[in-house]
C-alpha cells in the first residue's frame, strides 16, 4: 500500500516544553500559535523567534492531546523583527544583540 505524503506545518517556534533527558535528540515544542510540535532536532536547531517549515503528520496524544509530529525541518525566511536578529546573530560573524 502506497504510504501518503507528509504534510507541511509552517510557524514561528517559540519555546522548547521538554528535551529528551539522555541526550537525545527528541525534542517537544511550541509554536508561537500555540501548535505542539514533536521530532528530532539537536540542541540550538530550533530558537525561538524563527520561522520553521515542518513536514510530518498530525497526531492526537493520549495525555497531551493534538501534536505535529515531523519528521524533518528547515528554517524559512524570518517574519519577525526578533527572528531576523536571531537569524543573523547565528549566521552573521560580528553580529551580536547589541
Known sequence: MPRPSLQELTGVFDSTR?????GGSFVVG??????VVC????????????????????????KHGKQFKFKQ????????????????MRHAPGIGPG
Open 18 to 22: 521538554w528535551r529528551a533527558p539522555d
Open 30 to 35: 511550541f509554536l508561537a500559535c500555540g501548535t
Open 39 to 62: 521530532g528530532n532536532a539537536e540542541e540550538g536547531e530550533l530558537l525561538p523567534g524563527i520561522t520553521y517549515q515542518f513536514w510530518g503528520r498530525w497526531d492526537e496524544h493520549g
Open 73 to 88: 525541518f528547515t528554517q524559512r525566511a524570518a517574519a519577525t523583527k526578533h527572528g531576523v536578529v536571531n537569524y543573523l
